[in-house]
């Protein structure tokens, strides 16, 4: 029901759906476009996929894991919102398994709900032995022992196994100061899933991370008491030394667990696809470095650079992306000192853009008066990466950019859904893993659409 201006969620899927998900990544990073690297014409290797075999995992897992937060959706049927395209999820993972990757990445919460379902079914259809799967201990708004052992037991159901691979407490920095002690720890709740450990429903048990530095030494220090099998940390050459929001800095996140000798999964590689889709100016200068080799392929091989790294997640919604990224990983070359060098300078410049730190996670959504709030985010960074942000009236050609900004934010953002609906009610910021104050961003955003509707002649 309605009341005033917020819609519940069945409202929301039947404005927008899962296709929010899927409009925004269309704007920024998860649309097909034209690959100008020479590496897309290459062939994409079968039989020569980089494995990692950790002593303390033993499991033999490729280095490229599939990440399964951004499947592609289609419109439902039945008239309420969209649903994910089965068809192409299995085909996505047939092709994924038949040239070497066998770890899939997902969580109850992604895609809206449906993801651990599709994901499942096209799994299903392979020998359970030739993949591991990853699922995770979502934070639901009912945090009590019984609703999360529900969540537990659906993911079973909905993967369709019996027994999961690698089992993460799921993004551990956002639930505050005591947060993992109310959700995890005074409720008993990793006490059973210690015992699901050792039954052995749980083959590794670990937990993923975004947040503040306080966080997670909280839930690191626990690691003598449970003995963590693995943590999953955001890491890139852009958050190395500079985390977006306020994220921990990649470094110190790594070097912690590496002093503990504690595998890690990467996720966040490319920034929710920032660092594949950069400003020009940055791209050019990647070329000039390697013109064979794609924005993408840098951030993947700085990652697989680093020691106890058991595999690094990509969610690849299209062919093309998991194409050139089998193609990275087939053999992957880790990145030389030089290299090395060269990518930190290039994250410096980087610094000098103000795009915002969206990673198009949907975590804050639906939002409860319908705004589509990464897409509004993502636009906004897309505009800027290639050059199209109106700056001043004094520039040449500030006219066009002026009226193709609008144009396009009209174009692309629903009227009932754009940033002047916003009120600042806050929900979307305890949602938000990078740290984003939401409303403030959209009121800029907003502001600037105003200012530029008034020059208008």
Request: include cysteine; aromatic fraction near 10%; hydrophobic fraction near 35%.
């Amino acid at each position: 029901m309605k009341k005033g201006n917020n819609i519940n969620r069945r409202e929301f899927l039947k404005i927008s759906g899962i296709g929010a998900a899927t409009t925004a990544a269309a704007l920024y990073g998860c649309a097909p476009r034209k690959n100008n690297s020479l590496s897309a014409l290459q062939p994409v290797p079968t039989d020569k996929m980089t494995y990692v075999t950790l002593p303390s995992l033993g499991d033999k897992i490729s280095l490229l894991g599939y990440g399964c937060m951004r499947w592609q959706t289609i419109p439902n049927p039945n008239g309420t919102g969209n649903i994910i395209n089965q068809e192409i999820v299995n085909e996505l993972i047939d092709y994924a398994m038949e040239h070497g990757v066998n770890y899939f990445d997902t969580a109850p919460t992604y895609v809206l709900g449906q993801s651990e379902v599709a994901t499942g079914i096209a799994l299903k259809r392979h020998p359970r032995e030739k993949f591991f799967i990853a699922t995770k201990m979502s934070n639901p708004s009912n945090p009590d022992f019984e609703a999360s052992l529900e969540m537990y037991r659906n993911s079973f159901k909905r993967l369709q196994v019996d027994y999961i691979d690698y089992y993460l407490l799921h993004n551990i920095g956002t639930l505050g100061p005591r947060g993992v002690e109310t959700r995890f720890i005074n409720n008993g709740l990793l006490d059973f899933l210690l015992k699901e450990r050792e039954a052995g429903r749980i083959r590794k048990l670990g937990w993923s991370f975004h947040g503040v530095k306080e966080g997670f030494d909280q839930i690191l220090a626990l690691h003598e008491k449970v003995h963590w099998d693995f943590v999953q940390i955001q890491m890139n050459y852009s958050d190395w030394k500079r985390a977006t929001g306020m994220n921990v800095d990649a470094d110190y996140l790594y070097q912690e667990l590496s002093m503990r000798n504690i595998p890690m999964v990467i996720m966040e590689p490319l920034l929710g696809g920032r660092l594949s889709n950069l400003p020009t100016h940055i791209v050019e200068r990647l070329k000039e470095q390697n013109p064979e080799s794609s924005a993408a392929s840098w951030a993947f091989r700085f990652c697989g650079s680093f020691d106890g790294v058991a595999t690094i997640l990509s969610g690849m919604t299209y062919m093309e992306h998991l194409q050139d990224n089998i193609r990275t990983f087939s053999p992957l070359v880790p990145l030389n000192e030089e290299e090395m060098e060269f990518l930190y300078q290039t994250a410096e410049l980087m610094q000098r853009y103000p795009t915002i730190p969206c990673n198009d996670c949907q975590y804050c959504m639906p939002c409860p008066y319908g705004i589509d709030i990464p897409g509004i985010l993502l636009h906004y960074n897309k505009c800027i990466n290639e050059g199209r942000m109106p700056k001043s009236s004094s520039d040449n050609g500030y006219r066009k950019a002026r009226r193709a900004f609008l144009v396009s934010y009209n174009r692309n953002i629903e009227k009932i859904r754009q940033a002047n609906h916003c009120i600042g009610c806050k929900q979307c910021n305890e949602q938000c893993p990078q740290r984003i104050n939401i409303p403030v961003e959209l009121r800029k955003i907003d502001a600037l659409l105003e200012q530029l509707k008034q020059e208008m002649p």
